[in-house]
């Protein structure tokens, strides 16, 4: 079992490139989750989906749209890069059938915008 | 939307004491409380969760408390070792988004502990 596997784990962009951040889970999950860790902010939701076909904002969604590509894949896509969204990325998923399901990680994505 | 705040934000600690990091929530809602501890370059890890129908939860030397009522929950590790040096984190889990069924879990901004032998 892989669990969450994104990638790519290291890039570096300049400003105004674009990206797409891709996420894969083999747990059967329903809902996963795009978090940005930066220093002293902790773990920001950035989008969610709660299942198939779904996608909502999170808590800084500006800058960031998603795809639910299927019930494993979810991806975040930055457009036009800026250096404020230098940081690292979790992509995460939890089973969604109940509130109070384990949240399991991916190893994260360092993203540098020059 | 839920918002969480985390204290302290570093704790240090010598070999062998106890640690308590405390957490406050704003949504009554909330109903699933989860700690993850992450490692300098790792992903973050469950170690411990608790929900709202209980009001503690041991694991060996790890423990968590949870009131409802003033809306706050706190991490306790008795006899702390090096290797619990980490950055750990607390989070909510609150309904989110326009999905009848979406909820997500809204975390603290982390408490860096430093156990020094």
């Known amino acids: 079992n892989a669990g969450v596997t994104q990638t790519p784990k290291f890039q570096v962009l300049k400003t105004g490139q674009s990206m797409t951040l891709q996420c894969a889970q083999d747990m059967n999950h329903n809902s996963m989750y795009w978090y940005r860790q930066d220093p002293g902010m902790g773990l920001r939701l950035i989008y969610y989906?709660?299942?198939?076909?779904?996608?909502d904002k999170g808590e800084v969604p500006n800058g960031y749209n998603v795809s639910r590509l299927n019930k494993r894949e979810f991806s975040l896509r930055l457009e036009s890069a800026a250096p404020s969204q230098t940081s690292v990325y979790f992509c995460?998923?939890?089973?969604?059938?109940?509130?109070?399901?384990?949240?399991?990680f991916g190893e994260g994505s360092r993203l540098t915008v020059l | 939307g839920e918002n969480v705040e985390q204290h302290p934000s570093t704790l240090s600690v010598q070999e062998g004491d106890s640690a308590v990091i405390k957490c406050t929530y704003s949504d009554s809602a909330s109903n699933y409380f989860p700690w993850y501890k992450q490692e300098l370059g790792k992903r973050p890890q469950l170690i411990i969760d608790i929900r709202s129908n209980v009001g503690e939860k041991k694991d060996q030397r790890i423990a968590v408390t949870l009131n409802k009522t003033a809306k706050h929950f706190s991490l306790h590790i008795t006899e702390t070792q090096p290797e619990d040096s980490a950055v750990y984190f607390c989070a909510a889990s609150t309904k989110w988004g326009i999905v009848e069924a979406g909820t997500a879990l809204i975390f603290g901004k982390g408490t860096t502990l430093s156990v020094s032998s």
């Open positions: 995460a998923s939890r089973s969604g059938l109940r509130n109070t399901g384990e949240l399991f």
């Open positions: 989906s709660a299942s198939e076909g779904t996608t």
